[in-house]
């Protein structure tokens, strides 16, 4: 059973039937077949084979290869002729994948022996292709570059969820909205809905910067560093680091081929910005519950219920927050992977893809998703009031009203908490916060001036000091925002 279910050479594990078997079937068994007598078992190329999922890094695989040959060219080891030939190749290897025309050989145990397969079809020059070069180096300058390009095209996703969240909240801004804000999930103070939304927008502005610093250390070639220990034939890894657009080579060929430190890097910070996610996805699990009743989601972001016609469901909230177990998983398996393992190359380290590239994938649906859900969500200011200028909420305010005067702010405390708690004694919830504005009006140290910071909305208007929830400073702190947004924008166009 298992042995018809597994792929037994590295197609994607699906239903398909396998591929036609291309001219290589009369060609070698394997790139080192030589060494061999015995053909491979069907279980060790169904456990060995990563071509299912290497697939996905063939451009990455064909540039690096090119980069490689006209480095063999340029000190000699290749003629100009061979390597126009070998690049030909490759290009129409390239074409023939990226058109599914590609034939690929149950020999094709990943991609870079696809590649290199095929091209020597297609041009017998090719057979020099892996001059000098070992698919050790080779894996890790194709995954780097591939983790490159997955690092820009997410930021830009990342950033364009934090450009939503920052052009909701300048229209909370503008509207007035406020909420309460909460600690230990209990109504606390009021902030404006705008800081709210802002604050996600600082907390993916971060996964930004930790995504940059990830791809500053992916950055690095380790093209040339062969299969351990470099190599006894003039090598240049600096002309293919260049050639690749690399910003730095390999120190230690060692260190090239075992390096995974990148995607454990760039796994943290996708697993922190899952965690992000996550966090923005519960409350909108909250919010958008009939308790809360801040947010209507729209129909286009919502799902309903196939037995309860009346339900309306925030699916995408709840992936946003179920989607952020597995990034943590895949950080903490790769570190498990990596843990033990002596120089250099083993081949654990084929287990660095499959994590990096759905951690990627995940990561990518779910910016999507939210973001249509937060360019779309109706706020609803009304229920958001209700909490945010219950009198309450103000309790802190007139405390500190007590202090500007001279009372101690222990003494403060002391006394606001002690009307607090008369107001809380009156048996009708619905008349405990008029109660409270009563007995802050008739108390001696207090009175009617102090009794204003009750009304509708002070409380959030008189939050003012630098960072604040309260519209004047989270005037200025949209400005910073758009500003960080804008540099970070900039900092990824010009990569
Ligand atoms: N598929 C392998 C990987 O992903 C490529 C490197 C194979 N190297 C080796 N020495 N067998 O790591």
């Not at 000190?75 to 126009?84: C, Q, W, Y």
């Not at 696809?114 to 080779?138: F, P, Y």
């Not at 083993?346 to 994590?355: G, H, M």
Request: hydrophobic share 45%.
């Amino acid at each position: 059973m298992f042995a018809d279910d597994t792929p037994a050479h590295g197609t994607p594990a699906d239903d398909t039937p396998p591929p036609p078997i291309g001219p290589s079937r009369t060609g070698p068994a394997t790139l080192w077949q030589g060494r061999f007598t015995g053909a491979p078992a069907d279980a060790l190329a169904a456990l060995n084979d990563s071509l299912g999922f290497d697939q996905r890094m063939f451009a990455e695989d064909i540039a690096v290869s090119r980069a490689h040959v006209s480095m063999l060219a340029a000190v000699g080891l290749l003629t100009d002729g061979e390597r126009d030939d070998i690049v030909a190749a490759l290009d129409e290897v390239e074409i023939e994948i990226a058109e599914g025309r590609m034939f690929w050989a149950p020999t094709d145990e990943d991609i870079h022996t696809a590649v290199e397969r095929r091209a020597t079809e297609l041009c017998g020059a090719a057979a020099k292709m892996h001059t000098g070069r070992s698919r050790n180096d080779q894996v890790a300058t194709d995954l780097r570059l591939w983790t490159r390009r997955a690092i820009d095209e997410l930021t830009g996703l990342l950033l364009g969820l934090a450009r939503t969240l920052a052009a909701r909240a300048r229209e909370a801004q503008s509207a007035g909205m406020r909420l309460p804000g909460y600690t230990h999930l209990q109504q606390a103070q009021p902030v404006g809905l705008a800081h709210h939304l802002a604050a996600h927008a600082w907390a993916l502005l971060r996964d930004v910067e930790r995504l940059g610093d990830a791809r500053r250390r992916t950055d690095v070639s380790p093209l040339g560093a062969g299969a351990l220990a470099g190599s006894t034939l003039p090598l240049d890894p600096s002309a293919t680091a260049a050639e690749l657009g690399f910003a730095a080579v390999f120190e230690n060929s060692l260190d090239a081929v075992s390096d995974r430190d990148y995607v454990a890097d760039t796994l943290f910070a996708l697993a922190m910005s899952g965690i992000h996610l996550s966090r923005l996805g519960e409350e909108l699990v909250l919010w958008s519950s009939a308790e809360f009743g801040f947010v209507v989601l729209d129909d286009a972001f919502a799902t309903g219920s196939s037995m309860m016609p009346q339900k309306k469901n925030p699916d995408v909230a709840e992936l946003a927050r179920g989607k952020a177990g597995r990034l943590i998983g895949y950080l903490a398996g790769l570190l498990a992977t990596l843990k033990g393992l002596p120089l250099a190359y083993n081949k654990d380290l084929q287990e660095d893809k499959e994590p990096l590239f759905d951690s990627i994938d995940t990561v990518r649906l779910v910016v999507l998703a939210l973001d249509g859900l937060m360019q779309t969500v109706e706020f609803h200011a009304q229920a958001m009031a209700a909490g945010a200028d219950d009198p309450f909420a103000a309790a802190t305010d007139l405390a500190e009203w007590l202090v500007a005067r001279g009372m101690p702010f222990r003494d403060a405390h002391g006394v606001i908490a002690g009307l607090v708690r008369r107001a809380l004694d009156e048996p009708d919830v619905s008349s405990r916060p008029h109660r409270l504005t009563e007995l802050v009006t008739t108390h001696p140290d207090l009175g009617p001036e102090a009794a204003r910071l009750l009304a509708p909305g002070a409380a959030y208007l008189s939050r003012s000091t630098p960072g604040a929830g309260g519209p004047d400073a989270v005037a200025v702190q949209l400005e910073r925002l758009d500003a960080a947004l804008a540099a970070a924008g900039d900092a990824q166009a010009g990569r």
